[in-house]
């Protein structure tokens, strides 16, 4: 059974506008929103420092931010996509967006997140799932170490969903915040920075990875679009 210290609280979030307005007041009105915004590169220093990611992308959300890694993964055209059966919206439309096709995975009813050997499983029978994309849902924390173990013999790298995330305990992933979790294993993870998430930025999201190749891509992408 889940127990409640497992779920991460939702939480009324109070934002401070007087100081969105003090930050905003330093950059140009053209330059809001922008790749080329001064207060960016700082940003993502810091985000991947909290979570000890060596590479941070800001982005204009979540789906974006999916949306990049995917393509920077540089996988076949067509090829499937394993996610969760219980999911947003959204994360299909992402993949079907990019000429991809969603395989549904079974969730575990206790915590409708995808479990190893239900990717095995999926893995096995399909060989074209070319890359695998799991969930911490509603904050529980998938076994990430285990699904990366499970997608080693094929050679699929695995995508984490950490929309519902963004604290390094729920995400697995060791920080100045919480030495004790391990380093994320899976070849990227995106976050949400929309107004009911953790982090409340008004909007946008983050792509991660420690991957110096696969941030170097994203980031090659970004300047083509």
Known sequence: MIHPRDILPRQQVLFPFAKLRRA???VPPSQWGTPGH???PSFERAFASALSLGHAIALG???QALGLILEALQLPAGAD???PAFTFH???GVVLGLGFTPHFVDVCPETFNVQPEALRAA???NPRIKAALVTHTFGVRAPIADLVEACRPFAVPLIEDCAHALDP???ATKSALNQDAPPSQSAASFFSLETSKQLNAMGGGVAGTNDDALAARMRSLMTMA
């Open 38 to 40: 001064p207060a960016l």
């Open 81 to 83: 996509i394993a996610m």
């Open 61 to 63: 959300g979540g789906r």
């Open 123 to 125: 893995l096995q029978k």
């Open 169 to 171: 305990t729920a995400a």
């Open 24 to 26: 905003l007041g330093r």
């Open 90 to 92: 959204a994360l299909p």
